[in-house]
């Protein structure tokens, strides 16, 4: 075994890794070890929910909904076709040197300010490189202000009154100033020559303006929010963990890239999946009935010691694995839709805070703030200031 470094920094309450397959009081079925939680994510027999997919349906009524939300042949079809914009070959080839220039400017912005919020700098940083893979270039004034605008309200479906009024109102006015200053200038250009992005590939595929919209939205949210809330933790751990710390900046990129990927294991930033079942269900010895919900605890399941040995609820590095297991384990999810992005955002996060703790004096201000957000299953972390 490894060396221990630190301890999970995101309480999520009391978890039970290991814990066989069942159902609550609640009739939620919850799956909590890890080898029940990956069979059951590459089950066929399952389709979305979570991430306010009731909310979205209501509000996307009549359209193609985005892939997040899709499920069986027409979402592989997608998946498949758009894979080519996310190995980690074109990552290479396409986005490093973009990484490097933007982490560059957020590193200058800091300089220049000798303070700053984190969560700024790095938002900033996964807009911008999100954007060019989705082909979000032509946007006018801060496209990650309005994205924070966006998000700062996540649909609920069961919202009724006065609750679902103000819901409907904030993601009118806030997707409408997305579009109109983000999206259709982007489409625009793109409808007269196509380049090698998503948008161009969903215009290609006739989808219309509120379709795109909806793409574009679900790959900010994927790839804006959570790797912005991950440069945060993974920045904390370092900040408060000198020998992680300096065996993190020792390291070579693979190395930089276990630390990072040992610390998504245990704070995965979104940590619990929502599937419905669409037929029976076997995992391990236990069967799920159709039509059940189903709750993977994905940070359950990352620190069950089964699949990932002693030592679970800490950052070990190196930590040895089963064939077949990745270091983040199930972090970007697991079967039709684990996260593409992936590479994208283990990529961007070592460039960017391998450039961060090269900067002289750089210190944290304070202790962050934890906030959860269980109507997405995820957490923000808040108030994480740095100076140099």
């Known amino acids: 075994m490894t060396t221990v470094e630190s301890e999970r920094k995101v309480e999520r309450g009391e978890l039970a890794p290991g814990c066989p397959a069942h159902a609550g009081d609640d009739q939620v079925w919850r799956l909590q070890d890890f080898g029940a939680a990956r069979e059951f994510l590459r089950s066929g027999d399952t389709r979305q929910a979570g991430f306010g997919i009731e909310g979205v349906k209501r509000f996307a009524k009549g359209m193609r909904l985005a892939v997040l939300y899709r499920d069986g042949p027409e979402h592989r079809e997608h998946r498949r076709q758009t894979a080519k914009y996310f190995t980690p070959k074109r990552v290479d080839a396409a986005y490093r040197g973009l990484m490097n220039r933007l982490a560059d400017e957020q590193c200058a912005v ?50 009724r009154g006065f609750k679902a009024m103000r819901q409907g109102l904030h993601q009118l006015f806030t997707a409408g100033s997305f579009y109109l200053r983000d999206v259709r200038p982007a489409v625009a250009v793109r409808r007269k020559a196509r380049r090698d992005d998503l948008i161009s590939h969903l215009i290609d595929e006739g989808c219309n303006a509120k379709e795109i919209v909806g793409e574009c939205v679900t790959f900010a949210a994927a790839g804006m929010i959570t790797t912005r809330e991950f440069i945060s933790v993974a920045a904390w751990h370092l900040f408060t963990d000198e020998r992680l710390r300096q065996r993190y900046l020792a390291g070579e990129e693979q190395e930089r890239f276990a630390v990072l990927h040992e610390i998504l294991r245990l704070e995965p930033v979104v940590a619990n999946l929502y599937r419905w079942t669409t037929a029976e269900v076997t995992v391990g010895d236990v069967t799920i009935p159709s039509g059940a919900l189903v709750d993977v605890g994905v940070a359950a399941a990352n620190a069950d010691p089964a699949a990932v040995g002693e030592d679970a609820e800490l950052v070990c590095p190196g930590r040895e694995l089963p064939d077949g297991v990745g270091g983040a384990v199930l972090s970007f999810g697991d079967g039709a839709h684990r996260c593409p992005g992936a590479y994208i955002a283990i990529q961007e996060t070592d460039i960017f805070l391998t450039k961060l703790f090269a900067l002289p004096g750089l210190r944290m201000v304070r202790e962050p703030a934890v906030r959860l957000r269980p109507e997405i299953a995820a957490y923000e972390v808040v108030g994480l200031v740095v100076e140099v």
């Open 110 to 159: 800091l300089r220049k300010k000798g303070r700053a919020d984190l969560s700024d700098l790095s938002f900033q940083l996964a807009v911008a490189v999100a954007g060019e893979v989705v082909g979000l270039t032509e946007g006018r004034g801060s496209m990650a202000k309005r994205l924070d605008r966006f998000f700062a309200i996540a649909p609920d479906g069961d919202a």
